[in-house]
């Protein structure tokens, strides 16, 4: 048996569709862990078991791993409280060891040792304890920032015509969610053994203004890309009604752009899947409902 745990957010979805769809993984051979079993009834009627799991609830890890030998650890999401994700992964890692699972795959980021990034440390500590860890083997998937945040990111500029950066211009090789998923479903249903990390981006490196650019063409007005110093951009988010914690997150992602780390591409997606990764332009045309604030 294979598992995913977080199975019904976002990216444990399109895990489940490419593992049934994409890959053939018959059903009955998939373990979806959540918090939110109803979420997922839909999969359920299709065959997959569904368990409960949460990694706050150490008493649902034991049953949630019976007879599943490689497991995909999707990283929790409590973005506004740095720390608590890197405890609920060490639980998480500590129990699967325990369980006899194999191979754990997981959900990094791009270089998170030493980032500037506020919820970098969560990540680099999760790829600490993996190593740590009395499991035979695990492959760390360095995950790109998805196309998809930019609909968060750039919400701000879609409604006023301005994008606010401290990020020195640098480029971001973003990634489509849904490619990641693919990455993360090949290498799950696969029979990668021992210890691997992969860095997966997009085809092409971008700037905010490229971005903007681009994005202003399809609502057919100028957004203008601002760079301005991190403190006020850390206070123009407080003041549109972001709490201060959660603005200095989003903000460091700026830093962590300005410091050239999210710039590199990296061919390890085709290596991993085959194919190249979905371009921006591509996924700019096919996914437009984030676009609803025009200017
Ligand atoms: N690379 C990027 O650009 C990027 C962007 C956003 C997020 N992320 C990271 O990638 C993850 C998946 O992204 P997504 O788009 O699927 O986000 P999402 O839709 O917000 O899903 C959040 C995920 O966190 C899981 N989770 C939360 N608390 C948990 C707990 N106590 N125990 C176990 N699982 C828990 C949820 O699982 P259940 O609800 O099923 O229990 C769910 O799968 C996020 O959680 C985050 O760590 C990466």
Redesign the pocket.
Known sequence: MIGI????????QRVLHHLTHTLSVPATRIVA????PA?LANWAARGVTVRA????DAATFGPAFVDVERVLL?????LDRPGR?LE?HRR?IDALAKTGVQHVVY?S?PQPEGSPLLIAPDHAGTEQALAASTLPGFTVLR????F??LAHFMAGALASGTWYAADGAQGSA?IA?DD?ALAAATVLAGRETGRQTYTLSGGEALTKAQIAQRVGAVIGGPIVVAQVPLEGLVQGMIGAGLPEPLARVFASFDTNTAAGRVAEVSGDFRRITGRDPQSFDDWLATDQSWLKTGH
């Open positions: 745990t977080g199975a019904s957010g976002q990216f444990g862990g959540t918090r939110q979420k799991l949460d990694f706050d999707i990283s929790t999401d409590a994700r609920q998480a959900t980021m995950n790109h920032w998805y998809e945040n973003d969610r990641l």
